[in-house]
């Protein structure tokens, strides 16, 4: 699937559309879900065009993985969730439910979050 530049991640990293930002460095940008699942749900979205999990694990290099992968952690630090625990997801294609097609990583927390998975 190759990358569309309209879909709605890459306009907020376009700034043409706003978002409830709370990290931004060289490799990621965090920002609030804007239909929050937890008491704390922030997706982390690279800065570079990829499409998926899949997309990024292809084809992004080692730096921006390892830039990306140390933002989601440091936001999950700085949102205070290191300490009583978080979940991450990151939806990929179809039967994963992904619906935006920019890579997200799903940060939830402020609260025991029970199963893994709805049955
Ligand atoms: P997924 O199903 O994994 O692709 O998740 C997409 C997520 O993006 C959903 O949780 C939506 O609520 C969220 N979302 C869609 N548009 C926006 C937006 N403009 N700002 C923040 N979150 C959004």
């Known amino acids: ?15 043409e559309i706003p978002c ?17 699942q937890a008491p704390v749900h922030v997706l982390v979205i690279p800065k570079g065009d990829y499409v998926s999990l899949d997309d990024f694990t292809a084809k992004a290099s080692d730096a921006e993985i390892a830039g990306f992968y140390r933002a989601v952690g440091k936001v999950a630090r700085e949102l205070n969730l290191d300490t009583p625990g978080y979940r991450t997801l990151a939806n990929t294609g179809d039967h994963g439910g992904q619906e935006v097609p920019h890579l997200h990583v799903h940060l939830f927390g402020g609260k025991p979050l029970g199963p893994m998975l709805a049955r």
């Open 20 to 36: 409830d930002k709370v990290f931004e460095d060289d490799w990621a940008l965090a920002f609030r879900d804007i239909a929050p």
């Open 1 to 15: 699937m190759s990358y569309d530049t309209n879909n709605v991640f890459a306009k907020i990293l376009r700034g």
